[in-house]
């Protein structure tokens, strides 16, 4: 018994020692950092994760990328744009800050200032901040880019590409020139000062042409800094594969797929082009890089009933709703010579990058508000086998929607399809009660979601209370600001 002990001991002992080694290492070396976010992209278009070919869309770039890192078949986000952008910059569940809803022109969400972001993390080690593409964090001036961290800001989105479908919907409701214009979406950049100006409408016709700006912007951007002695940390937020498709002349009619499988064909193409540049710049081995998607697919856009958009692969769920497949997509994580190439299906969800990058430069987060994410820095190093996270929160309308826990996926209100030709999932389904008792699903066994087994697996209810009670004593010690609802409002 004692040798056993004595073993098991020295065991631990030498994971503990490896694991504050390769911290130390890591930490010395300060390596650059692009984190890649797709818009709208589900588990299935990829063909790593079972797409490529076979649906029309072929990715040799996002295939190589996750051959050659760390490929997460079980990554988690938030069910929409910007509560997964909130999660990913702060790390913490969207609700936390008040950005649980997809922000809409007209209301009042916004990221606040007293907000602690990625960004501000590594801009705090000396890091030069950049971002490219889509933000839809709120457009008063304490939410914008350079106002949470970031140095420079190019061919930026603020809000969302839907906005490029208003005008034409607004001429034919009959709204005047000059209420047309004032709802415009626009493109920006920062200046030398750091702010923001216009710099063109963005609209259906530059919708064709925008990812390739973004690429270019990126690729610049690491051109220019990799001659520069301080690292840099750089957030490429992808137009694609958002509604109403845009694809470039070049990349026009390439895919089976129609006009989505060509958009998609782009994207991978524009990942390519920042990848090259950090091959062409030598820094390689020294940047770690980050792909990842917001939210699961568009299969149904309303707009153009032709538009059949990503796909979910073997899970049902659509951006807006907490399924499976709206909250799981694809998650890579590359660093050569240093996270060791595998698939994995271990639990990581978007909250985890913060902690986890906090962790990769030696320096603590704010111990004044709950922090949702967890340091997966072990995990992505091949130091333990399993991640830090087994369980997951998901919200609609600031509630408690779904809880993930290990391979089982449980609903205090079940998510319903809503009827019409054909009838959706998403921003179109609905909620309803139960009858006291949680539904609850097998996603090992049933990824569709198709059998509630609730009266033969009711033993999955402690875990899951266990759970929401942790959740429910946090906000207590932290509480939550006043979130925002578009059909609930206060009397």
């Not at 770039?61 to 990554?75: V, W």
């Not at 606040?112 to 501000?120: L, N, S, V």
């Not at 301080?230 to 390439?254: E, I, K, M, N, Q």
Request: charged share 20%.
């Amino acid at each position: 018994m004692m040798r056993m002990l004595l073993k098991t001991g020295l065991i631990a002992l030498g994971v503990v020692c490896v694991s504050v080694w390769a911290h130390a290492t890591i930490a010395a070396e300060r390596p650059n950092v692009v984190l890649m976010l797709a818009d709208n992209l589900g588990f299935g278009d990829i063909g790593a994760y079972g797409g490529g070919e076979i649906l029309g869309t072929p990715s040799p770039n996002l295939d190589s990328l996750a051959a050659d890192g760390l490929m997460l078949t079980q990554f988690f986000v938030e069910p929409g744009c910007t509560p997964s952008r909130a999660g990913l910059m702060t790390g913490r569940y969207s609700v936390r800050s008040g950005l649980n809803s997809i922000i809409v022109a007209g209301t009042p969400q916004t990221l606040k200032d007293e907000e602690f972001t990625i960004a501000e993390l590594f801009k705090k080690q000396g890091y030069a901040t950049g971002m490219m593409g889509k933000w839809h964090l709120g457009q008063e001036a304490q939410s914008l880019p350079t106002n949470q961290g970031f140095d420079s800001y190019d061919v930026g989105i603020l809000e969302t590409t839907d906005g490029t479908l208003y005008p034409e919907s607004m001429r034919r409701s009959g709204m005047s020139e000059a209420a047309i214009q004032k709802s415009q979406p626009y493109i920006w950049a920062s200046n030398e000062a750091g702010e923001l100006e216009r710099v063109r409408p963005y609209d259906l016709a530059y919708r064709d042409r925008i990812e390739g700006d973004i690429a270019r912007a990126a690729s610049q951007f690491i051109e220019a800094k990799a001659q520069e002695e301080a690292p840099f940390f750089l957030y490429v937020g992808w137009s694609s594969v958002h509604y109403p498709t845009g694809v470039s002349d070049a990349f026009r009619g390439r895919s089976a797929a129609g006009r989505y499988g060509d958009m998609f064909i782009e994207h991978d193409h524009s990942v390519g082009v920042v990848l090259d540049a950090i091959d062409a710049a030598g820094i390689s081995d020294n940047t770690i890089v980050v792909y990842i998607s917001d939210n699961g697919p568009v299969a149904h856009e309303g707009n153009n009933h032709d538009f059949l958009g990503s796909s979910a692969g073997p899970f049902r769920g659509e951006v807006g709703d907490v399924l499976e497949g709206s909250l799981r997509v694809p998650g890579m994580v590359r660093w050569p010579g240093k996270i060791p190439a595998r698939k994995s299906n271990e639990m990581v969800s978007i909250h985890d990058f913060l902690p986890t990058f906090a962790a990769l430069v030696n320096d603590s987060l704010p111990a004044d508000r709950a922090i949702d994410g967890r340091n997966q820095l072990p995990f992505f190093m091949g130091v333990s086998e399993k991640s830090a996270r087994e369980d997951y929160l998901a919200f609609i309308d600031g509630e408690i929607a779904a809880v993930r826990w290990r391979h089982w996926r449980l609903y205090p209100k079940q998510i319903i399809a809503s009827s019409g030709n054909p009838s959706a999932h998403g921003v179109y389904a609905t909620r309803a009660e139960g009858t006291g008792y949680p539904a609850i699903f097998n996603i090992a066994r049933d990824p569709r979601e198709e059998m509630n087994v609730v009266g033969t697996e009711a033993w999955v209810i402690g875990a899951y209370m266990k759970i929401v009670g942790e959740y429910q004593a946090s906000i207590k010690a932290y509480p939550n600001p006043q979130g925002f609802s578009l059909t609930t409002f206060p009397r």
